[in-house]
C-alpha cells in the first residue's frame, strides 16, 4: 500500500496534467464570459453584514469561557443596579408618555424588501415596510408603542422570517418561529 506522501504526490500530478477542452465549448464559454458586466464591488458595510452573517468558528478554553460568562453576568448585575435597559432596540423619547417611537434595524444586504412584524401590528407582512437600500443593506423604520412587552420578527423578501440578531428572543413560540422581544417602559 501506498504512503500517504506518495498518494499526496501522484494527486499532485494528476491536478497538474493539462485539462483538454473542446474548441466549440471554449468559445462559448469566453463568448458568454466577455459579455457579462463586470460585478460591482460591495462597499463596506454590505461586507461587514456578509461577514456577520457566516458561520465562524471560535475556540476557547474552558477556565475563559467561566470567566467570559462571569464577567458577562457581573456586568448583567452592575448595569441592572444602575436601572441601564434591558433590550437593544431603544425608545426614541421617555417611556413615561403614552408611546415612545421605538427605532428597529436590521442589516441584511441581500434583501429587496424588509418588514416589521409582531404584536403590535397583528403580525401582517405588510402593515410595517421597512426603509432601506439595497446598496448598504440597512433597513430601519420607527413605530410608536406604548409600555408594555412585544414580540416580534423581521420579514425578509416577504418569505425568511428573521429574529432581531441585537436582541433577546422571546421564550414563548406559537408558530414555531424564532422572535424577539422588546419591552417598553418599566413592563
Do not use: C
Not at 54 to 63: K, L, M
Not at 67 to 82: H, I, N, P, T, W
Not at 107 to 123: E, I, K, Q, R, Y
Not at 149 to 160: H, I, K, P, T
Amino acid at each position: 500500500m501506498p504512503d500517504r506522501n506518495e498518494l499526496l504526490e501522484r494527486g499532485i500530478e494528476m491536478l497538474r496534467e493539462p485539462v483538454v477542452m473542446d474548441d466549440a465549448v471554449d468559445a462559448r464559454v469566453m463568448r458568454a464570459v466577455a459579455g457579462l458586466p463586470t460585478p460591482a464591488r460591495p462597499g463596506p458595510l454590505s461586507r461587514a453584514g456578509t461577514w456577520l452573517l457566516q458561520p465562524h468558528a471560535i475556540r476557547v478554553r474552558p477556565a475563559v469561557a467561566l470567566a467570559a460568562a462571569a464577567a458577562v453576568v457581573l456586568a448583567a448585575v452592575g448595569l441592572r443596579e444602575r436601572g441601564a435597559p434591558e433590550r437593544s432596540v431603544q425608545p426614541l423619547a421617555s417611556a413615561a408618555s403614552e408611546s415612545a417611537p421605538v427605532r428597529f434595524m436590521l442589516v441584511a444586504p441581500s434583501a429587496t424588501m424588509v418588514s416589521l412584524v409582531g404584536d403590535f401590528n397583528d403580525w401582517e407582512a405588510g402593515a410595517t415596510p421597512m426603509e432601506g437600500t439595497v446598496t448598504d443593506g440597512l433597513w430601519t423604520v420607527t413605530v410608536p408603542l406604548a409600555p408594555g412587552r412585544y414580540r416580534y420578527a423581521f420579514l425578509v423578501d416577504g418569505a425568511s422570517w428573521v429574529p432581531d440578531p441585537a436582541a433577546p428572543r422571546a421564550l414563548e413560540d406559537d408558530f414555531g418561529r424564532p422572535n424577539s422581544v422588546v419591552t417598553i417602559g418599566g413592563t
